[in-house]
Structures are given as C-alpha cells and as structure tokens.
C-alpha cells in the first residue's frame, strides 16, 4: 500500500505544470464584477501602461495593454454603417475587399418613424455589424438638435425635439451595446453648424443648455447606458468641449453619473492640462481637422501622451486623474473587447436589408397628397416618367465621416423599375445636373454622371417627354457634397441646388399626375409647393433606398413618418435666423466666432408656435394613404399631485379603406408660470396601427417631470402648481384636441 500511495504522489509531482490549473487572474475572468477586473487589472498596470492606453495608437483605434494580455480598442464610423477599414495612420481606406457593409437609412429617417422599437432594431442590427467587423466603439449615433437648417450634418442627427430625440436615441444605444459595441454618443454638445466646427464657442443661457441641447445625451447615458461619450469640436464658456470642466466633469460625469468613456472628436483636443483636469478620457485624431489632414505618426505627441507622462514625473500633477481615465478605459474594454458573451454579429446578413428596408419604408414622410395622386394606379398606366439627379445618384458615398462602401445601393430608379408589373414602362432624364463626383476616402461610386447639356436642353428634354407619360415623378432634393448634407461645411440657403425649382414648375405644368420626391437630411424651400399636387420626404435611405421609396410609391407600404423637424417657408422664418445669431461673430485677433443662442428654448415649432409663424410643413406633419379619426382627449382627473400622474386617452379610427399607421402626439403647455415657455412642447407619442375600421386608445401618463421646466436660477427642474393644457394631436399644428388639468 505504502509503495502504491509513494508511486501515486511521485506521479502527481511530475505531472507538467500546465495540467494543474492555475488561477486565473480576476481581470481575465469574465464572470468577475467588471469593477473588480477594473481594479485588479489597474493595479497591474505600470505608470507607462495607464498613459498609453488614454490616447490613439492609430487613426481608429488605441493600446491596450500587450503585457497583461488586456487588447486594444478598435473604434469605427458611423452611425448609418460600419465604415470600410482604413491605412493605420491614414483617412483612405485600406482597400480590403471584406468590409462592405449594409448602409442603414440616415438618423434623421429613424427620428421620421417616431418608433423606438425601429431605434432598437437599428441599434442592434448595426451593432451586429460592427461586432462582426472587430469594432468595440461605434462612433455614433449622433444627437445635436436641428436648430438651423443649414447645419451639413443635420442629416446625421435626429431632429429638432429633445423629447423626440431622447426616446429614439435611447433604444438605439440599448441595441448597440447589447452586442458588446459601445455606443459614442456624439457631438457633446452644442455642435449645431458645421462652419466653423473648430472655432466656434457657443453661448447660450442655462434654460436652453438643459431644456433643449442637452436632454438626449442625458437619456443616452441614464436611460441608454452609453459606454462613451464624443466630445465636441466647438467651444462653450470659452473651453474645447474635448475638455470642458462643466459639460464633461460637473454635468456629465457630475449630475448624470457618467462611468463610461470621453473621447475627444477627432483633432478636439488642444490642450494637455485642460485633457488632464476637464475630464477627457481617450484622445484621438489630434492634429487632424477630423476628415483630411493630419500630422503624421504623432501618437507619443498626443496631449495624453509623452507630455503627460512627463509632467507626471516631473511631479507637477498627480495620478489621480489618471487612474480615473484609466478605470474608465479599462471597464470600456472589458464591456466590449474583452466581452464574448455577446456572440460575434453578422455582416450584410439578410435580417440587415429587411432592417434598413423597415426603417426606411417607416421614416418616408407624405408631405402632400391632392386628388390622392399617390399612390400609383398601375391599372392602365403605360408610362411612369422619372425626372432627377436624385433618381440615380449614390448617396452612401460622401458627406464627411458618415460615407461608406455599401454593398449595394439600390437608386428610386432601379427600385421603382424592380416594383412595376410587366407592362408599366419607366423612362427616365436626367432633368437637372447636380454633383456629378463619386469619391470619398478612396471609395468611388462608379458612377459616370457626367452630362454637358445646359439646364434649357434637358429641362426641354423633360417637358416634352412628361407630356405623354401617365405620371411624372421628379427626384431632387440634396447630396452629400460640399455645402450640401456634408460634414465640415453648411449649406448657402434653404433653397434646392442646381436649378431645381426651375425644372419642378415646368413639369408641373407639364403632367397633372406629378409627385415631387426630395432626398435631403435638411428642410429645403419649396416655392412651388401649391403647383405640385404630391410631395414625399423621403430622406437618405441607404442600401435599401430604392426599395423603400417603390414600397411607398406604389403603396405596398402605407407611409406613417411625421417631421422630425420644421421645414420653414423662408429661413428667417427660423429662430436662429431671425435672431441674427447664426453664424456668429468672429472674435478680433482671434480665430474665435462667439455664437449666441439667442432664440433660447425656442428652438423648432417652439420658435414656430410662440411668434405666430406658419411653417411650409410642420415637426410631426406626415400624411398616410387612409384617414384617421380623432375622438376626445380625457383625463383620469382635473388634478394631480406632484409626485402622481394623469392620463390622458384619445380614441383614434381608420376611418379610411386600408391599413395605416398614425403617430398620436402629445403636447404639453403651461399658461401661466414664473419663467417664460413655449406655447407647447411635446411630451408624448403613440404610433397606433390600426385597421380600417378600427379604433384603438393612444394612453399617455403624465407625470410631474413632464410638465416642468428648468430653473437657472434654483438649477433644477420646476413644475409649477397651477393649470396645464394637454394638446393632443397628429402634428404640431395640427391639434385634434385639448384637455385641462391642474398641478396641485
Ligand atoms: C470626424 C467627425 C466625427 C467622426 C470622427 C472620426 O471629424 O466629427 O463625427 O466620428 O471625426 O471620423
């Protein structure tokens, strides 16, 4: 026995090492509490180590730490797609052949479809993209409020209503991370123009800061969760919001508990002590104006990089901001890079095309519809003219960071050829010639567009071949090129480019059949709206776009998206024209341009409702192919407490022949209270589907959150006891009707 028991232990001793296992460090262990990884992995972490992982390595991405077996993180544009990979220290792209992508429809679309379980369907199915692709940090979405309509990147932001954009943003953050990508909020804050991106400080009281520009990244964070947050390229009290003391350390890491990640714009960063102090986490692009230029292979230079380090040793600052910064990091890549849990995504997956296709098919928006032009009578039409730059242009390439390399991109042409039966004839012209580039970053559209005829050849070419076609449908509207939805420049005015208006009245006169299509992220001029019988805003749709304009033409689907935005008649009709504030004023000897808000909190339909001012179409107009009934709002009580709720309920019938989908609004005014406000904002929305026939409730809780307003001088949120309105309604200005309640 003795021997076999001696035998047996001489046996354990000799087994190799690596049989018995070892216990595996806390940070590695993915089913420790991340916090605790955090610490054992920061306590790991030599002084090099924690600077190094606070700033890019790359033009995308930033170190981890190769010792301790902790990967970097790899971040992407943007948010409609999942950008082609880029050189490591380049804009251009790398020229690999796996990294087309889906390209989802534009964020001011999914704002237009006034449903959070869209927001949630592109969160996550972009997300499956980004996580197929290596990304750990989409660079997205965005949420800057559409205060002007000249703003490049409106189209890339979900409109001008913080409570709209608050319920939309946060669904979309909650299905993004969901596949371990964090989102990155962006752009922290008050980037509202694109002239001036760098130079610009922002001036505004602290009603408009809180009630307005900063309710969705305040929703994105506490609502959604946001594991990162962009900071701005412009100013605000004279500091980089990359590292600004109060939006980023009093406010966001502050009043609203950020844990997650700064990380500055590309080329925000301008200062290492302010990056040290003012709460800047994760450095990129410095040098860079964000989309060309750069300094090259500057990464030890980084602000948070050697000279940080340096004055670390030097003594002159502490570690305690930085061991801050790098927890922050460090629990980013543990929720992300170093997270399998949440599976691998998918690419270009068929689920992805029915998203885009969905999101697009609900956010097109029936502006106008006279004679009910729309939709298309197939029976006995021969001939459907299409009119257009817009009809065939490629719209996933261009526009500053957003562009990508689809897969495909199906043009209204091709969309509406594949949904005609056999029979039905679809010509088109060009009609007018717009931008006729295709590249951007080294992606090219391979579209040859070049035409030398002058705007009387083919406005005449137009004409004459409307004449004898059953129905004309004309594809204008914006682009992705410079001083169009472009990043890093706003547009000259509100009107359409190119001569535009010219070719639409002469084909109105032309063909009575005629329906104005106009893809724009923006409110464009529409001096010809009583001339065209059907007008549609149908957006930058993506891949799919061709095929959801079709669904929508040919009324396969029956259009349900509302304005996510005003479109003014002029553009001093618009606040922040009216008031003079835009674009600013440049400061002497400085490159500096001081912008005021001087509108305030009226921003939008705000501005639209309190002076009076009818819009061309107004936030929350959209038609449908049915009709919808409205019966009495009601409410539960005439009174309610501060800490109770009302609800308030409104029947809706589809008093129509088919099938639809209405956006119920919900409109709050206060008549009387200590600090001016809006004629009414809005704090509520149902999408009903209903049947013809059918009836359905819209039931809307309202809670004292949502009648207050934000009081500078107490700063906090006040609701006053006294009388409320509740406005219920199928847009802003167009309100069904109204029910009294009290504040006691
Ligand atoms: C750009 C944009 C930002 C983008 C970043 C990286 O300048 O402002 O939205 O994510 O740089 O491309």
New binding site residues.
């Given amino acids: 026995m003795k021997k076999l028991t001696i035998l047996a232990l001489a046996a354990a001793i000799a087994l190799p090492m690596s049989a018995v296992p070892k216990k595996r460090p806390v940070y590695l262990d993915p089913e420790a509490p991340i916090e605790q990884r955090v610490e054992d992995a920061l306590s790991r972490m030599t002084l090099e180590e924690k600077v190094r992982i606070l700033h890019a390595q790359s033009k995308f991405s930033s170190a981890g730490v190769p010792r301790l077996g902790i990967p970097e993180l790899w971040t992407t544009?943007?948010p409609h797609g999942i950008r082609p990979e880029v050189l490591w220290d380049e804009w251009d792209q790398a020229g690999w052949t796996n990294d087309s992508c889906v390209a989802f429809p534009a964020l001011t679309c999914l704002a237009a479809t006034w449903n959070p379980d869209m927001a949630d369907l592109y969160g996550r199915t972009i997300g499956e993209e980004a996580r197929y692709r290596g990304k750990d940090v989409l660079?997205g979405p965005g949420v800057n409020i559409y205060r002007t309509p000249l703003n490049g990147r409106n189209f890339e932001y979900m409109g001008e209503d913080p409570y709209l954009a608050a319920k939309m943003v946060v669904p979309y953050v909650q299905g993004l991370q969901d596949n371990g990508v964090a989102a990155c909020v962006?752009?922290y804050a008050l980037n509202n123009n694109e002239v001036n991106r760098h130079t610009t400080n922002v001036i505004l009281d602290d009603r408009a800061l809180y009630e307005i520009y900063l309710p969705a990244f305040k929703a994105a964070v506490q609502d959604g969760g946001a594991w990162s947050i962009?900071g701005a390229?412009n100013l605000y009290n004279d500091e980089h919001l990359c590292h600004n003391r109060r939006m980023l350390n009093d406010i966001l890491k502050g009043e609203w508990g950020f844990d997650g990640v700064v990380i500055s714009?590309?080329g925000g960063t301008h200062d290492t002590r302010q990056a040290i102090t003012n709460g800047l986490d994760l450095e990129f692009?410095s040098w860079t104006n964000?989309?060309s230029a750069g300094t090259r292979n500057a990464y030890d230079n980084y602000y948070l990089a050697k000279p940080y380090l340096d004055l670390i040793k030097s003594g002159e600052v502490g570690t305690e901001e930085l061991d801050d910064k790098a927890r922050r990091v460090l629990r980013l890549i543990f929720r992300t890079a170093m997270d399998s849990r949440p599976g691998y995504g998918a690419l270009c997956a068929d689920e992805h095309y029915d998203a885009a296709r969905r999101i697009g098919d609900e956010g097109i928006v029936l502006l106008k519809n006279d004679n009910a032009t729309l939709p298309l009578k197939l029976d006995g039409t021969k001939k459907i003219l299409v009119v257009g730059e817009n009809a065939v242009k490629m719209m996933t390439v261009g526009g500053g960071?957003s562009s990508l390399k689809a897969q495909h991109e199906i043009s209204p042409l091709d969309g509406l050829r594949a949904a005609v039966p056999a029979g039905v004839e679809v010509e088109y012209v060009r009609g007018y010639v717009g931008d006729v580039t295709g590249e951007y970053n080294g992606v090219t559209t391979g579209q040859d567009l070049k035409d030398d005829r002058s705007a009387d050849e083919l406005i005449a070419e137009a004409v004459a071949k409307a004449k004898d076609a059953d129905y004309v449908i004309f594809f204008g509207g914006l682009n992705k090129s410079d001083h169009q939805d472009c990043?890093d420049s706003d547009r000259a005015g509100l009107e359409l480019p190119y001569d535009q208006d010219r070719v639409i009245s002469a084909l109105a006169k032309a063909n009575p059949n005629f329906a104005v299509v106009n893809i724009s992220g923006n409110a464009v001029a529409m001096p010809w709206v009583k001339e065209v019988p059907a007008i549609v805003q149908a957006w930058f749709l993506g891949s799919e776009a061709g095929n959801s304009i079709a669904d929508i033409l040919l009324g396969k689907v029956n259009p349900s998206g509302k304005l996510p935005m005003t479109f003014p008649v002029a553009l001093n009709d618009n606040g922040a024209h009216a008031t003079g504030s835009y674009p600013g004023v440049k400061r002497d000897n400085s490159d500096i341009w001081d912008l005021e808000y001087k509108e305030g909190i009226l921003v939008g339909y705000r501005w639209h409702d309190t002076k009076k001012i009818k819009p061309l179409f107004a936030f929350g107009h959209g038609l449908s192919y049915t009709d919808f009934a409205y019966g009495k709002a009601t409410a539960d009580a005439t009174d309610m407490t501060a800490d109770g709720t009302i609800t308030i309920t409104v029947p809706v019938t589809n008093t129509g022949k088919v099938a639809g989908e209405e956006v119920v609004q919900l409109y709050i005014s206060d008549p009387k209270s200590s600090l001016p406000r809006p004629a009414k904002e809005l704090k509520g929305f149902k999408k009903l589907s209903l049947k013809p026939g059918e009836t359905a409730n819209a039931v809307f809780t309202i809670t004292a959150d949502d009648l207050s307003f934000f009081d500078p001088a107490k700063h906090e949120w006040v609701a006053e006891k006294g009388k409320f309105v509740a406005s219920v309604g199928a847009a802003s200005d167009d309100i069904k009707s109204t029910v009294n309640f009290n504040l006691k």
């Fill in positions: 544009d943007g660079l962006k752009h962009m390229y714009d590309w692009g964000g989309l960071s990043e």
